[in-house]
């Protein structure tokens, strides 16, 4: 089960991520089906700090069980986020699944294992859950594929390296290893 922070209540501007909220205290039925294409609109909406952009597709289906419902997602799709190496944007495809546990209680809570929704009005927002749960999709080290980052960029950084003095105490470190080595 993924661990989402309180932050997931603080999504804004509200009015461009309304469409992500589930009525838990009005559902009718025992288990329910939404799906929803996030768009460029989404994330930025979202103002998370990882993805800039991007179209996903995301399934999820609402359980109620006996004192709790059981959200489970599958998301796929693309998202835009910066290269590590040249700073560019670059294309990530995702593709994964995740679950949360809801209650409804008194007031908005989220322990890390289980998230309570304040009964009064009983609507989970989603907003920051579904922002998170891709951006822990992203792999540590995302770039392009070679020779497909901003040439300017990596000029730059290839010219800095070999502009580079070494340090003279790692020329006395390395004597020593080739000391050593023979």
């Given at each position: 089960?993924?661990?989402?922070?309180?932050?997931?209540?603080?999504?804004?501007?509200m009015?461009?991520?309304?469409?992500?909220?589930?009525?838990?205290?009005?559902?009718?039925?025992?288990?329910?089906?939404?799906?929803?294409?996030?768009?460029?609109?989404?994330?930025?909406?979202?103002?998370?700090?990882?993805?800039?952009?991007?179209?996903?597709?995301?399934?999820?289906?609402?359980?109620?069980t006996?004192?709790?419902?059981?959200?489970?997602?599958?998301?796929?799709?693309?998202?835009?986020?910066?290269?590590?190496?040249?700073?560019?944007?670059?294309?990530?495809?995702?593709q994964?699944?995740?679950?949360?546990?809801?209650?409804?209680?008194?007031?908005?809570?989220?322990?890390?294992?289980?998230?309570?929704?304040?009964?009064?009005?009983?609507?989970?927002?989603?907003?920051?859950?579904?922002?998170?749960?891709?951006?822990?999709?992203?792999?540590?080290?995302?770039?392009?594929?070679?020779?497909?980052?901003?040439?300017?960029?990596?000029?730059?950084?290839?010219?800095?390296?070999?502009?580079?003095?070494?340090?003279?105490?790692?020329?006395?470190?390395?004597?020593?290893?080739?000391?050593?080595?023979?």
């Open positions: 089960m993924v661990n989402f922070s309180k932050k997931s209540y603080l999504c804004t501007p009015d461009r991520v309304d469409g992500y909220k589930v009525d838990l205290k009005g559902m009718t039925e025992d288990a329910v089906s939404h799906r929803w294409h996030l768009t460029d609109d989404f994330f930025s909406a979202v103002h998370g700090p990882e993805i800039a952009s991007g179209q996903v597709d995301v399934a999820l289906r609402v359980k109620r006996s004192e709790a419902f059981d959200l489970d997602f599958q998301y796929e799709g693309t998202v835009n986020v910066e290269c590590d190496r040249c700073l560019e944007l670059m294309s990530q495809p995702i994964g699944e995740c679950s949360l546990k809801a209650r409804l209680g008194e007031e908005d809570d989220d322990d890390g294992e289980l998230i309570t929704v304040a009964e009064n009005p009983g609507v989970l927002d989603l907003s920051w859950h579904l922002y998170e749960m891709l951006a822990l999709e992203i792999p540590i080290r995302h770039v392009h594929p070679e020779g497909e980052c901003n040439a300017q960029v990596i000029g730059r950084l290839d010219a800095a390296d070999r502009e580079k003095q070494p340090d003279p105490r790692w020329a006395a470190l390395e004597q020593l290893k080739t000391k050593t080595n023979k």
